[in-house]
């Protein structure tokens, strides 16, 4: 039940933003098959898509600290230790606002923009602050489906590039921001827009694995499975979150 109601809130919420980022029907892809249907009629502008990425990843970045936050602070204040889930969690949220900078650099909001980032931060943070109080799990898995979108909506992206739709972004001349390059390592060769994309749609799959399988572990005794150093116990099989959409089960992860 919990996790028909995740499902929903996350879709629901992909309806509204559809709306407000002012998407055309005709720009609309068959959303019963995100992955693997075609470029739309109409293509998105890039700057339709800046717009989109921005404000989608000011809001990504804050369930990661949120949840690490309130773990932390669980930590503290019952003097127990927190099995390693802290630092994922944390590293989640360093990992999308590295997203958010990437963009940044290719477009300067303006101040509706900016007023909306602010106000939909002011909800969401609160939102996730008290869901997470309530049911860690639920939360989890919501995170999980929201990643999901994230995925699809790159996907689409990087249809589009390949068809030739985005004309600054298909051209494979087009420069990556530096600090693209310099965070994700991009050699040379692999830095084309088309890359740039492949690269954070895996970092939205390993999210999607990572909150997926925390959903399914007892949250206050199990230990984070993809931390580095329990990966060691894991005679050399350390779970590989992107390779698991609908994430890991607990009997797959926590040997016992
Ligand atoms: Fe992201
Ligand atoms: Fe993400």
Redesign the pocket.
């Known amino acids: 039940m919990g996790d028909w109601v995740a499902w929903k809130l996350v879709r629901i919420a992909r309806w509204f933003m559809d709306r407000a980022t002012g998407i055309g029907r005709e720009q609309q892809v068959d959303m019963k098959n995100p992955t693997t249907s075609v470029v739309a009629e109409k293509p998105l502008t890039e700057a339709q898509w800046l717009v989109r990425l921005i404000f989608l990843e000011s809001i ?1 970045g804050v369930p990661g600290m949120v949840a690490g936050m309130l773990r932390h602070l669980h930590s503290l204040r019952r003097l127990k230790r927190d099995n390693g889930w802290i630092e994922s969690l944390l590293e ?1 949220s360093y990992n ?1 606002r590295m997203h958010l900078l990437t963009f940044m650099t290719l477009s300067e909001p303006g101040w509706f923009m900016k007023t909306m980032i602010l106000g939909a931060q002011g909800v969401f943070f609160n939102a996730l602050f008290i869901s997470y109080l309530i049911s860690p799990r639920i939360t989890h898995r919501f995170v999980g489906y929201l ?1 999901e979108e ?1 995925v699809h909506t790159y996907t689409r992206l990087i249809n589009e590039i390949e068809a030739g739709a985005l004309p600054n972004w298909s051209d494979p001349k087009f420069e990556v921001p530096e600090i693209a390059v310099s965070y994700w390592r991009l050699p040379e060769g692999k830095r084309t827009m088309r890359d740039l994309f492949l690269y954070v749609r895996a ?2 799959a390993v ?1 999607r694995g990572v909150n997926h399988t925390l959903s399914n572990l007892k949250q206050k005794e199990d230990p984070n499975p993809f931390v580095s150093e329990y990966k060691a116990g894991q005679e050399g099989r350390k779970p590989n979150a992107a390779l698991k959409p609908e994430g890991y089960e607990r009997e797959e992860v926590i040997g016992c």
Do not use: F, K, L, R
Request: charged share 60%.
């Open positions: 990504a989640e999308e990643e994230a970092d939205e999210h």
